[in-house]
């Protein structure tokens, strides 16, 4: 026992002299040495913790490139097609209705007789003037060929002649009123409306007739406001959109009316249509005329534009960041405005997320 013992405090005392004193200035070294790595591990978690701050801060947009485009202005009206052979034909006399020659749809030309009024009494008459017309004529001939022999006087000539003339003159007045009880159309066209009937006993201003219509030579006609006087002139494009058709093609103004009407205010202006469409007296039409054009205009989407108390202003993308251009805009047309000064061909405008923007902030496109 008392061996183990001395064993034990011998191996203590051996293990306590064989320990060697701390070297503080290594173990500084160390520390030092530990600090770097530490602070370098710290800078890169710092940094990746704010690289991902800034990513989840950026905020998603859409942007339009700028380039110069034609821009156009208009100034859009209301209208109707009309046809310019588009007449109601009404007789020219009263009379009754003994004969009707067309029927609707049917194409008839110019001069055509379309319908017949009783005109008996009248034939009646043109025979019984022909016949006295005929006996002075003979008269006047052999009066004539005495007074040429110098046989005769020359008042028995003039009498004769006078009552031939005035016969001839009494004639030709018969058979014009005889002419119209013919119901003639004065343009080529097709019968669109028949309202005269067998047997009816009509009258001129009846509004009883027959509409005659060529629909190969249209037209829209349409009344704009006296305040585009000086903008809308004949010779200006036009655009005419037609709903019902629907179509829509690029024309020009044919008339334009240099009186404006002192009820309305307004002055009329007329576009021709091309032949053989599907057009029809009556359709609506809407023209959009151009009053300006600008052939390398900047323009931007009217409802990128915010405005302030003193300009109005758009966002700009500029290397990941939102920056505020002040703009002054011209004239506004189909949802886009023309920009006169603030922006350049290749800038980015924001059209798309820019309400809750800021000047700076960071955007990813």
């Known amino acids: 026992m008392k061996t183990s013992l001395y064993t034990l405090a011998l191996a203590l005392i051996l293990s306590s002299c064989s320990e060697k004193p701390k070297d503080k200035k290594a173990e500084l070294e160390k520390l030092k040495k530990e600090r770097i790595a530490l602070d370098g591990r710290i800078e890169k978690l710092e940094a990746d913790l704010g690289q991902k701050k800034v990513q989840a801060e950026s905020k998603d947009v859409v942007v339009s490139e700028l380039s110069e485009?034609?821009?156009?202005?208009?100034?859009?009206?209301?209208?109707?097609?009309?046809?310019?052979?588009?007449v109601e034909i009404m007789p020219e006399s009263?009379?009754?209705?003994?004969?009707?020659?067309?029927?609707?749809?049917?194409?008839?030309?110019?001069?055509?007789?379309l319908a017949q009024l009783d005109d008996k009494v009248l034939k009646q008459s043109v025979a019984q003037m022909q016949t006295q017309l005929d006996l002075a004529t003979t008269v006047f001939n052999r009066q004539k060929n005495l007074w040429d022999q110098k046989i005769g006087t020359e008042v028995q000539f003039l009498t004769a002649k006078s009552q031939k003339e005035g016969l001839e003159k009494q004639l030709a007045g018969l058979k014009s009123?005889?002419?119209?009880?013919?119901?003639?159309s004065p343009v080529s066209g097709t019968v669109d409306a028949m309202e005269l009937k067998l047997g009816a006993s009509v009258a001129p201003g009846s509004h009883t007739g027959i509409r005659v219509v060529n629909a190969n030579n249209l037209k829209v006609k349409a009344l704009v406001s006296e305040n585009y006087g000086g903008k809308v002139n004949q010779g200006d494009d036009v655009e005419v959109s037609l709903p019902d058709?629907?179509?829509t093609l690029q024309a020009k103004i044919s008339f334009a009316a240099k009186v404006i009407d002192p009820v309305s205010r307004g002055f009329n202006v007329e576009v021709k249509l091309p032949s053989g469409k599907r057009y029809r007296p009556n359709m609506l039409a809407v023209l959009k005329i151009v009053?300006?054009?600008?052939?390398?205009?900047l323009v931007v989407p009217v409802n990128a534009i915010q405005k302030s108390e003193?300009?109005?202003?758009?966002?700009?993308?500029?290397?990941?960041?939102?920056?505020?251009?002040?703009?002054?805009t011209g004239k506004v047309s189909d949802g886009k405005a023309e920009v006169l000064s603030g922006l350049k061909a290749g800038d980015k405008v924001i059209i798309t997320g820019f309400q809750d923007l800021n000047d700076g902030d960071?955007?990813?496109?």
Do not use: C, W
């Not at 485009?69 to 588009?86: I, L, M, P, W």
């Not at 004969?99 to 609707?104: A, E, K, Q, T």
């Not at 009123?177 to 003639?184: E, L, S, T």
């Open 69 to 86: 485009t034609h821009f156009r202005n208009y100034v859009e009206v209301q209208g109707k097609v009309d046809a310019e052979d588009n």
């Open 94 to 113: 009263p009379g009754t209705v003994t004969g009707i020659f067309v029927r609707v749809g049917q194409h008839v030309n110019k001069g055509q007789v």
């Open 177 to 184: 009123q005889a002419a119209m009880n013919k119901i003639k």
């Open 245 to 247: 058709v629907p179509e």
């Open 291 to 297: 009053d300006y054009r600008n052939d390398k205009a």
């Open 310 to 328: 003193t300009s109005e202003y758009v966002f700009v993308a500029m290397n990941g960041t939102a920056k505020k251009v002040d703009i002054k």
């Open 362 to 365: 960071s955007v990813k496109l």
